[in-house]
């Protein structure tokens, strides 16, 4: 991912719009890529310290931005998850189908 698509996604990633593959590839760059953190952390301080700043709380943009990144960490890891899970259960029911077949067309 460039920084011009990176920068294109913060918004989406804000509202927690961003699929699966966005969503890791959007992590990756914001990790190794200096200005695209800085992109965010400038876009999740107007968004959230606003709401923040309007009900009188502290806001700790460090520590609330990396709560932040690591629930979208924790997200796309059950997301791959359950991908993972849904490849294996179709992988065992084709096997499964294969052997079914395999058995009728050597019993019959
Ligand atoms: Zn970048």
Not at 48 to 59: D, K, P, R, T
Not at 73 to 96: T, W
Request: charged share 30%.
């Amino acid at each position: 991912m460039n920084c011009k698509r990176a920068v294109q996604l913060v918004p989406a990633f804000l509202k927690d719009e961003l699929d699966t593959d966005d969503l890791r590839d959007f992590i990756e760059h914001v990790d190794t890529c200096e200005e695209c953190r800085e992109e965010l952390t400038i876009e999740f301080l107007v968004k959230e310290g606003i709401i923040h700043l309007e009900s009188g709380e502290v806001f700790d943009l460090g520590r609330e931005l990396g709560a932040r990144m690591k629930a979208a960490n924790h997200r796309l890891r059950i997301r791959e998850n359950v991908k993972i899970i849904y490849y294996a259960i179709s992988g065992l029911v084709a096997v499964e189908l294969v052997t079914v077949i395999l058995i009728l067309v050597f019993l019959y």
